[in-house]
């Protein structure tokens, strides 16, 4: 538990505003759940005042002692009016320039909006795209082609980029095409998303596991077809756990532990209700940390974030008899059980994953030395994955 108040937001490295709750788009398994869709695409809605956004994050900045990466979210941020941008940045600028503290940018955008004078805005401000995206599909209600479009128009303007995309049926079916139009356009780096339980349709439990299973294999087996110039770390990760633990026989942890990611901690997300929280997950299960106007820990702020490290039964349970123990080991532990579908539809697929290294395991052994040998090569190759910085 956090017994020193002032100690809060030392260590932030990383903070996401949700700048809107509306956005273009009604995806079925978005996890924030925005039902607040926009009637027209330059219609925002409530958007939040960009003095006190600048506000907040500055006094984030005054506590945080290390540099600071702010990510734009929603909803969706390219509804927000460009001269929004414009006000925070000049109050940003100032700042920085004045408190000679250093800020990196991020947007979290499904990329359907791209106008021209947000391009030379945020290229002008090392703006990182983290976009999130279904994949070659051609679906008019998900404006595929548009988003596909603008990721081309961001690789040109020679922007960064990275992937999210989609875990649902359709876009599982189309990752190699998709992947191919990543390494044709030089986004280097992309994370496969399997879909929050908490949106609308519920879609995780929909995915076949031996589905997710092939797909991660074929990821891992494309990217080092790629030389591993386009790739999903997360999944070149699971490759090398095998060959650590299954192949070289290393000792590893045979009890599942929570994810050490520091929410709260590390990173944190004001929300548009005028309150922080550890992440922009589980808002509704860890509660606020503090008020956004002045930074004030609110009461329950310390049980709020030992909540995302705390022990979750249903894994300690369930996990050390679990085949797939050696390529995962890690769970989060607000991840909602109740829904048992969701997990064991994930859970089963980890578990098909690791048969499926079992029976080429020759392929699966040379696939992790290859990436072994890329990173010794080039240690500082890592991705800034979802808008966020990789320490």
């Known amino acids: 538990a956090m017994t020193q108040n002032h100690s809060l937001f030392k260590n932030l490295s990383s903070v996401t505003f ?3 709750t509306s956005c273009n788009l009604s995806c079925d398994y978005c996890f924030q759940d ?6 027209s ?11 006190e956004t600048a506000a907040t994050l500055m006094g984030l900045m005054e506590k945080s002692e290390t540099e600071l990466a702010m990510v734009f979210s929603g909803g969706e941020p390219m509804l927000v009016p460009v001269d929004w941008y414009r006000a925070f940045f000049d109050i940003m600028d100032r700042y920085v320039e004045r408190s000679g503290k250093k800020l990196e940018y991020s947007v979290q955008t499904n990329i359907s909006i791209l106008r021209p004078e947000i391009i030379d805005l945020f290229k002008a401000h090392g703006v990182h795209f983290s976009v999130h995206y279904d994949g070659e599909l051609d679906d008019p209600k998900l404006l595929s082609k548009r988003r596909r479009d603008n990721i081309v128009t961001l690789s040109e303007e020679g922007l960064a980029v990275t992937v999210l995309v989609v875990g649902t049926v359709e876009s599982l079916k189309a990752l190699p095409s998709s992947i191919g139009f990543f390494n044709r356009h030089g986004i280097r780096f992309y994370r496969i998303n399997y879909v929050s339980s908490e949106g609308r349709g519920h879609q995780v439990s929909r995915i076949p596991p031996a589905q997710r299973a092939e797909a991660e294999f074929q990821a891992a087996f494309l990217a080092s077809q790629l030389d591993f110039g386009t790739r999903d770390n997360v999944v070149l990760n699971k490759f090398l756990f095998y060959h650590n633990n299954v192949i070289c026989g290393s000792d590893y942890r045979t009890t599942p532990r929570p994810q050490k990611c520091r929410a709260g901690v590390m990173s944190a997300y004001v929300a548009a209700d005028g309150f922080i929280y550890p992440c922009s997950f589980f808002p509704g299960i860890t509660g606020p940390m503090a008020t956004a106007k002045d930074l004030s820990p609110l009461e329950g702020t310390g049980r709020a974030v030992a909540l995302c490290e705390a022990a979750n039964p249903y894994y300690d349970r369930k996990c ?5 123990l ?3 080991g890690e769970y989060c532990a607000l991840s909602p059980v109740t829904d048992t579908n969701f997990m064991e539809s994930f859970c089963s697929a980890q578990v098909t994953l690791r048969r499926m290294m079992d029976e080429n395991r020759e392929l699966t052994e040379l696939i992790a030395k ?4 890329h990173q010794t090569a080039y240690p500082l ?3 800034r994955s979802c808008g966020t910085r990789t320490t």
């Open 320 to 324: 050390p008899e679990c085949e797939a």
């Open 381 to 383: 190759d890592v991705p």
């Open 34 to 39: 925005a039902c607040n869709v926009s009637s």
């Open 370 to 373: 290859r990436f072994i040998e």
């Open 326 to 328: 050696p390529i995962c």
């Open 18 to 20: 949700q700048l809107t």
């Open 41 to 51: 695409e330059g219609d925002a809605g409530r958007v939040a005042d960009p003095r």
